[in-house]
């Protein structure tokens, strides 16, 4: 840190589509003091649903365009694909010319929001910066595993780690306790309550009118939409009328999709693709639920308190530190079965419902957004005094 300067920031990322890390990145790049930090923001693709959304004072540079700027005629988006992945490779394999000709400027702080992000803050040709890794996965998940020996291998390249819950980092160390840790610290996700409340007010009008249970994620194997799909048709089958919204996108819709024809709940087990602003669906449904395999610090959990619904999630990451069972929320494990019967429990069980809601009504007051932003601001000034 140069003396009378602010701290220099550069975040790396990969692009910017609708997710729990690229809530948590715009959170912090709009809370940190200005008056302190100087940052930037580097993405490989100019992409996704959130890639306007930086705030005027930061500074954005991206290495490539995103698909929205790619032509639509299939045989040119495939030649623009492959250029862009050439692209990527190439300055991977030469992170001087993404300093040089890029950024052109040095920082005191490199930051990775992710563990893909790794890679390209300890490859950065500025070796007096700071480097910062935020972690946010259950090492020990199973599909985790062809990627663990190159995230083993970045961890003790780093000078601080952030962990955004106790059980990520717990893990971390029972999995590997031999393994060279940099300095530590656990810091949970802030969550934009006056936002959140805000946004919820927007009118929509295409919610199914039978009971709604609603859910908001990337449509990805871990986040078990396919078993909440086979509970859904269970209930039907049984009786017991509702619909499920999925509020997100991803690799998984084409799998998703073929289930749900199989299964013929084309009508009330909908996919209503990514939402700039999903909390309106979140505050209409009648009830919230995440049937995750894995999770670290789920936002959206916190979203749905602060909006005071009824919520069904599984145990996964720091989600009991979050809900407490049946009073707060209805916890269950990663089973079909036990998704099958919370939900029927939510749709005939109208003493727990009511309680649920009412326990909820100061549930915001559980949650210190200015403490979160104070302890990542102390982590990055004690690493740039270090660089004057």
């Not at 780690?161 to 059980?167: D, H, T």
């Not at 199914?208 to 609603?214: C, E, H, S, Y």
């Not at 959990?301 to 979050?322: C, F, N, Y």
Request: proline share 4%; charged share 30%; net charge positive.
């Amino acid at each position: 840190m140069r003396k009378n300067d602010k701290v220099k920031i550069l975040f790396r990322h990969r692009s910017m589509e609708m997710g729990g890390v690229e809530k948590v990145m715009l959170s912090v790049l709009n809370n940190l003091d200005q008056e302190k930090f100087e940052m930037t923001v580097i993405l490989n693709l100019n992409q996704g649903e959130l890639r306007n959304e930086f705030p005027s004072h930061v500074r954005k540079v991206y290495l490539t365009d995103g698909k929205e700027d790619l032509s639509k005629n299939i045989l040119l988006q495939k030649l623009q694909l492959l250029k862009r992945k050439t692209q990527l490779e190439k300055l991977r394999k030469n992170p001087d010319i993404i300093d040089k000709k890029y950024l052109k400027e040095e920082y005191d702080i490199e930051i990775a929001m992710t563990y893909n992000d790794f890679e390209s803050v300890l490859n950065s040709t500025n070796k007096n910066s700071k480097k910062i890794g935020w972690f946010h996965s259950e090492i020990n998940l199973p599909k985790l595993q062809p990627l663990v020996p190159s995230i083993l291998e970045h961890f003790p390249q780093f000078d601080h780690m952030i962990y955004c819950s106790e059980k990520i980092q717990k893990i971390m160390h029972e999995v590997y306790p031999t393994l060279q840790y940099p300095k530590e610290s656990v810091i949970i996700n802030a969550i934009p309550i006056e936002e959140i409340k805000k946004k919820a007010k927007e009118k929509i009008s295409d919610l199914p009118q039978n009971p709604l249970f609603v859910s908001v994620g990337r449509l990805h194997t871990r986040k078990g939409y396919h078993k909440l799909m086979d509970a859904h048709a269970q209930l039907l089958k049984k009786g017991f009328q509702h619909s499920v919204m999925i509020i997100g996108d991803g690799e998984e819709l084409t799998n998703l999709l073929a289930q749900q024809k199989k299964l013929g709940v084309e009508k009330t087990f909908i996919f209503a693709g990514n939402k700039m602003n999903p909390y309106p669906y979140l505050k209409s449904a009648d009830f919230f639920i995440m049937p995750s395999e894995s999770e670290a610090w789920p936002l959206v959990i916190a979203e749905a308190l602060i909006l005071q619904k009824p919520i069904i999630a599984t145990k996964v990451g720091d989600v009991e530190m979050m809900i407490k069972d049946r009073k707060t929320g209805y916890l269950i494990d990663y089973k079909t079965a036990e998704i099958c019967a919370a939900m029927k429990e939510f749709l005939t069980n109208k003493s727990l419902i009511s309680e649920l809601k009412e326990n909820l009504k100061d549930i915001e007051k559980e949650f210190d957004n200015q403490k979160i932003f104070n302890e990542i601001e102390e982590i990055i000034l004690n690493l740039a005094k270090t660089n004057r």
